[in-house]
């Protein structure tokens, strides 16, 4: 596990105990749809529109001690519920030393793509990668 930035770290999760991701920004289909179609509006007519992803605390437990990142959202402007639920099942996976989080890193060269999945893929190779 590799972090940057300010309190940048090299760990191995053999040390991480625990990783969670309390804030991350999670908002039904109807929502998201509604939050995409404001900011598009907002853009149209000129009053700018959305500054950047939103951004989420990483809380990592390891060995010694607790580390806490500020990062920003892969995924627009929010997750489904459920691909929030399926993360931090995948990331108790990597924790428990399950999976290994290479698997992500294979995927996107596998995939060859320079956009991310749409919701519905997203959770589909979440819930391939938490049933294995």
């Excluded at 853009?43 to 500054?51: A, H, K, L, N, R």
């Excluded at 294979?106 to 060859?112: E, F, K, L, Q, T």
Aim: hydrophobic share 40%; with cysteine; proline share 7%.
């Amino acid at each position: 596990m590799e972090t940057v930035g300010e309190s940048a770290a090299v760990r191995s999760w053999t040390q991480v105990e625990r990783v969670a991701v309390p804030d991350a920004p999670a908002r039904s289909a109807f929502r998201r749809g509604l939050s995409m179609v404001i900011d598009l509006a907002t853009t149209m007519v000129g009053f700018g529109g959305p500054e950047g992803p939103p951004l989420m605390t990483v809380h990592v437990t390891h060995t010694d001690g607790e580390s806490e990142y500020i990062v920003p959202s892969a995924a627009g402007s929010a997750y489904t519920e459920r691909e929030v639920e399926l993360s931090h099942r995948l990331l108790a996976r990597f924790v428990a030393g399950e999976l290994n989080p290479s698997l992500l890193r294979d995927w996107w060269r596998s995939a060859g793509r320079s956009a991310g999945p749409k919701p519905a893929e997203r959770e589909a190779l979440l819930e391939q990668w938490c049933g294995r």
